[in-house]
């Protein structure tokens, strides 16, 4: 369960996980490794993740972030997970086009879109 | 707009800068598309002098941020009291074989959102420049 501090919206849509950020802004590098320990637990929770990541909210976020999603899909990888990003503004959607994330990456316009997708 | 202001690592300080550069970039008249291309670089930039710059400093060793706004661009520079470092040693992010290693994207970001990038000898020092893009036709 998310704490009275945590960074993260959480909701279960049968065995799928989606998450949540509340911070338009994910910048801050502690913040950041924060919200990447949450999602870690979240993780060490399931047996084979299925995780959708929604930034509905965010507005920035910077290249530490995007080291934290990839750390956050190496785990989920690991353990037989599926990760699934979803709601991502363009401009953002450009920094993923730029680093060629949106390769490694499986991005949908909306959660709805998303779930549909896990297998 | 121009000013020099000397902040060190949290968050507080760093946001005042932003706020400060947000402010006078949109008086400026520039775009929302600007202020995020210019606030991205500012935030790769710094996050490089506490985190890499500074790392073997006290936490408390400050960095010194120089800015002026025009109607034509934007100027930042911003100096930490680290060793220096040699941007062309940074691993290709975009390469098949590193787009899982989680860090690295940081100046290519920087340089694919400014007009102009460059380095002091020592490496201390990254001066950026974002121009006004021409109106769309």
Redesign the interface.
Known sequence: MPSADSRLRVRKHDAVVQVEFIDRNI?????IQLISDEISRIIDQESAPKLLISFANVD?L???A???L??I??KVRNKSGQLRLASIDP?IYE?FV????N??FQIHESPEDALKSFA | MKGTIVIRHNRIEVEGVQNALDAAMSAAGFTKASLFAVRLAFQEAIANAFNHGHKTLPHDTPATVEFSVSPHEVVIAIEDQGPGFQSETVADCTLDENLEIPRGRGVMLIRNYMTEVRYNAKGNRIEMVYRRPPPAA
Do not use: F, M, P, Y
């Open positions: 910048l801050d590098e502690a913040n920035h910077s290249s530490a995007l080291g934290a990839i750390t899909n190496n401009q920094v730029i680093t060629r994330l390769k490694l």
